[in-house]
């Protein structure tokens, strides 16, 4: 069973940054492409960024375009979020999420925390 594990969220005050991690317990980071998605309080989960296997080639959510930046380090196992500028809105439960090529986001991590303040 593929198990992902987040690490580095935190409290930040408005226009602070963040390195969010994402590992998992079966090495599958580095065949697989990955998503970073988050839920705010009282509302749906929401696309936030996507990286191919390769890292060549990412995504975003217009929300988060020029401040957030996705990465991975296959050789590491390791897939990044690295959040700059960060506002109040931002604040949410941060997810990992990996799936198979061509597939639906099938594994997920725990989530964490990550609250902006003013």
């Known amino acids: 069973q593929v198990q992902l594990q987040e690490s580095g969220g935190g409290l930040v005050q408005a226009g602070g940054s963040l390195r969010l991690s994402c590992t998992n317990s079966?090495?599958?980071?580095?065949?697989?492409?990955m998503g970073w998605f988050r839920r705010a309080p009282g509302k749906e989960r929401e696309f936030v960024a996507a990286?191919?296997?390769?890292?060549?080639?990412?995504n975003y959510a217009d929300s988060v375009k020029g401040r957030f930046t996705i990465s991975r380090d296959n050789a590491e196992n390791m897939v990044y979020l690295r959040m700059n500028e960060l506002k109040p809105e931002d604040t949410a439960v941060y997810y990992c999420?990996?799936?198979?090529?061509?597939?639906?986001?099938?594994?997920w991590g725990q989530g964490t925390q990550v609250t902006v303040s003013t």
């Open positions: 999420a990996a799936r198979r090529m061509g597939g639906s986001y099938e594994w």
């Open positions: 079966r090495h599958i980071l580095s065949n697989y492409p």
């Open positions: 990286i191919n296997w390769s890292g060549d080639s990412t």
